[in-house]
């Protein structure tokens, strides 16, 4: 059911309860399946039908002023959804994130009142170098998300996630490389 790290009781807890105690006991949770195959398959095809609409744009590195094109760093192209709005096909996914905001807010105090999201696509020869998910200095992005949505992926593909030991310990043996899996969301502390 899950990669996650939960070694509770018998009784395995809601999806929500495993990323969770994940994130309290390591900052990162692997769940597998976090939403349904036909979930997945729907946000993919509205992935693609963006991209075949030009909705996608060149990603870029730095916040405010600062931010600016660096294709050595990151080549991937993005587009942003919106949370406040979103369509019919990524209600469901929202909802769940919604649902996984409310509880780690219970659980683990972060006082997370927002998220925002965006589809990623990486061509062929793209990559992301090694970085911070969360701007130095800053508060906001407590927590990352990464859900994939490809299906037809082979080790042969790459695109794994690396994650890298952060400078204080955790209890895990790292770095680690994530499989892009359909399905398999990623959630860790950011900074």
């Known amino acids: 059911m899950t990669d996650a790290l939960y070694t509770g009781g018998d009784t395995i807890p809601n999806k929500f309860d495993v990323i969770v105690n994940d994130l309290n006991n390591t900052g990162l949770s692997i769940y597998d399946g976090f939403i349904s195959p036909l979930l997945v398959h729907n946000l993919a095809h509205e992935a693609k039908m963006l991209w075949a609409e030009g909705a996608f744009k060149q990603a870029r590195v730095g916040k405010g002023a600062a931010m600016q094109l660096r294709s050595e760093i990151r080549n991937d192209c993005i587009c942003w959804l919106d949370p406040e709005n979103p369509n019919a096909v990524e209600r469901p996914y929202f909802q769940d994130l919604e649902t996984l905001r ?54 042969a593909d790459g695109g794994a996630l690396k994650i890298h030991a952060p400078t204080t310990n955790v209890n895990l043996n790292l770095p680690i490389e994530v499989l892009p899996q359909a399905g398999r969301l990623v959630t860790f502390i950011s900074e």
Do not use: T
């Open 102 to 155: 409310h509880h780690i807010n219970h659980h683990m105090f972060l006082g997370l009142f927002e998220y925002e999201g965006h589809f990623a696509l990486y061509p062929p020869g793209a990559s992301y170098k090694i970085h911070y998910d969360r701007f130095i200095g800053a508060h906001q992005r407590v927590v990352s998300c990464i859900l994939y949505l490809n299906y037809a992926w082979s080790a």
